[in-house]
T-cell receptor, first 112, second 114 residues
Framework: GENVEQHPSTLSVQEGDSAVIKCTYS??????FPWYKQELGKRPQLIID?????GEKKDQRIAVTLNKTAKHFSLHITETQPEDSAVYFC???????????FGTGTRLKVLA | EPEVTQTPSHQVTQMGQEVILRCVPI?????FYWYRQILGQKVEFLVS????????KSEIFDDQFSVERPDGSNFTLKIRSTKLEDSAMYFC????????????FGSGTQLSVL
């Protein structure tokens, strides 16, 4: 079945710097890749997503890039702020299903 | 913005007891899910449900688990005989059938099995 790997598991950056989180997926037929932000004790919240027919998508300070050939996608956060501190999960939708498989998460700490 | 709602927010139970976790998906959504998250770990897929039947389930979703849509709005997860290792945050989620594929999560039920 689909497997999603995510790196790094923890990431500390200075406020104002950029953060990059990377994911790889195993099922080449996957075609939808969302990113979720989860604050402590809260539900995962969708922050950005990308479909397989697009290579890059941007929404203000966050962007996602997708390389279908290499089966990896990345989340980029620019001009990080303390409120960006959270756990970020990538996910991939398995082919032929509506099942979303999540990565193992990245704990991002933005240091003021 | 419409939300997926879950009750209760916390549930404490004794090992071997049955628990029912309740969810109200977003009203025009037709795919429903249960996910589980053990403290500090990733969000794990349990089961998906569409057209009044299970469409897919994971290895975690064994005979102790069942799901039901008892009426037009509720979606429930039942654990028949809870084990210590069932302690986790359980998230309900829902999505529409077409595009966009966005999956919306409820606020979760923290289940503690003693």
């Amino acid at each position: 079945g689909e497997n999603v790997e995510q790196h790094p598991s923890t990431l500390s950056v200075q406020e104002g710097d950029s953060a990059v989180i990377k994911c790889t997926y195993s099922d080449s037929a996957s075609n939808y890749f969302p990113w979720y932000k989860q604050e402590l004790g809260k539900r995962p919240q969708l922050i950005i997503d990308i479909r397989s027919n697009v290579g890059e998508k941007k929404d203000q300070r966050i962007a996602v890039t997708l390389n279908k050939t290499a089966k990896h996608f990345s989340l980029h956060i620019t001009e990080t702020q303390p409120e960006d501190s959270a756990v970020y999960f990538c996910a991939a939708e398995g082919s032929g299903t509506y099942k979303y498989i999540f990565g193992t998460g990245t704990r991002l700490k933005v240091l003021a | 913005e419409p939300e997926v709602t879950q009750t209760p927010s916390h549930q404490v139970t004794q090992m071997g007891q049955e628990v029912i976790l309740r969810c109200v998906p977003i009203s025009n959504h037709l795919y429903f899910y249960w996910y589980r998250q053990i403290l500090g770990q990733k969000v794990e897929f349990l089961v998906s449900f569409y057209n009044n039947e299970i469409s897919e389930k994971s290895e975690i979703f064994d005979d102790q688990f069942s799901v039901e849509r008892p009426d037009g709005s509720n979606f429930t997860l039942k654990i028949r005989s809870t084990k210590l290792e069932d302690s986790a945050m359980y998230f309900c989620a829902s999505r529409w059938t077409g595009l966009p594929e966005k999956l919306f999560f409820g606020s979760g039920t923290q289940l503690s099995v003693l």
